[in-house]
C-alpha cells in the first residue's frame, strides 16, 4: 500500500494565477498520476509523470497548462497555469503498482473565481 | 472516453437494505475495480477482481465480473447511512497499467 499527502486541500484563485498542488508519497513508487474530477464528473487523467523525464500528456492536456515536475520516485508537483473559471475541479494525484490497485491523495479542490 | 459506464447514476435506499452497482466495458480487460469516493475527496480502493475471477467478497461487498457480458457488478448488503458515497469502477487493459473509471454511481442511504 501507499499513503499519498496532497496538499493544498483547498484553494480559491484568482483567475489568470497560476496554483501548484504537491504531492508527496511514503514510498518510492514508479508510476504516478494526475487526474482531473470536474463538478459531477468522472475522473479524467491529465498525465502521467515521469521520474527523470518529461511528463506523458493525455489528449486535450498540454505542458503549458498543465506543467508537472517529477524529481524523484516519492513526489510530484501539477501547476494549473493561467487559471480561468472552467479549471474549477478536484486534481487528484494517484500511484499504482503494475496490475494491483490505485491509491490517491486527498484531492485539492479549486475554484477559480 | 470513459471504458466503464456504471448504472444507475444515483440510487437512493434505505439503512439496511442491498445497494446493486453495475458497470459495464466495452474492451478485454486485465482487471477491474470498485472505488469509493465521499464528499469529492480522494478515492479509496474497494475490490480488485481479475479477468479470470468472477466473484470477490469482502466484508460486506460483493463483486461479480462475466467477461462474456463485458459487466460487473457490486453489491453492498445490510447498508449503512455511513455508505453513501460515490463509487465507481476502474478497468485497466492490454498493457497499460492505468485504470480508466467509470461516470460514478451517487449511492444515498438513509438512515
Known amino acids: 500500500s501507499a499513503v499519498i499527502s496532497q496538499k493544498p486541500s483547498r484553494d480559491i484563485c484568482q483567475r489568470g494565477t497560476s496554483l501548484t498542488i504537491q504531492c508527496q508519497v511514503d514510498?518510492?513508487?514508479?508510476?504516478m498520476f494526475w487526474y482531473r474530477q470536474q463538478p459531477g464528473q468522472s475522473l479524467t487523467l491529465i498525465a502521467t509523470a515521469n521520474q527523470g523525464s518529461e511528463a506523458t500528456y493525455e489528449s486535450g492536456f498540454v505542458i503549458d497548462k498543465f506543467p508537472i515536475s517529477r524529481p524523484n520516485l516519492t513526489f510530484s508537483t501539477l501547476t494549473v497555469s493561467n487559471m480561468s473559471p472552467e479549471d474549477s475541479s478536484i486534481y487528484l494525484c494517484?500511484?499504482?503498482?503494475?496490475?494491483?490497485?490505485?491509491?490517491f491523495g486527498q484531492g485539492t479542490r479549486l475554484t477559480v473565481v | 472516453s470513459q471504458q466503464g459506464e456504471e448504472d444507475p447514476q444515483a440510487l437512493s435506499i434505505q439503512e439496511g437494505e442491498n445497494a446493486t452497482m453495475n458497470c459495464s466495458y466495452k474492451?478485454?480487460?486485465?482487471?477491474l475495480q470498485w472505488y469509493r469516493q465521499n464528499s469529492g475527496r480522494g478515492l479509496v480502493h474497494l475490490i480488485l477482481?481479475?479477468?479470470?475471477?468472477r466473484e470477490k467478497h469482502s466484508g460486506r461487498l460483493r463483486v461479480t465480473l462475466d467477461t462474456s457480458k463485458k459487466s460487473s457488478s457490486l453489491l453492498i448488503t445490510a447498508s449503512r447511512a455511513a455508505d453513501t458515497a460515490s463509487y465507481f469502477c476502474?478497468?485497466?487493459?492490454?498493457?497499460?497499467?492505468?485504470?480508466?473509471f467509470g461516470r460514478g454511481t451517487s449511492l444515498i442511504v438513509h438512515p
Open positions: 474492451t478485454s480487460i486485465n482487471n
Open positions: 477482481i481479475r479477468s479470470n475471477e
Open positions: 514510498s518510492q513508487v514508479t508510476m
Open positions: 476502474a478497468t485497466e487493459t492490454g498493457g497499460s497499467y492505468i485504470p480508466t
Open positions: 494517484s500511484v499504482t503498482g503494475l496490475g494491483t490497485e490505485a491509491f
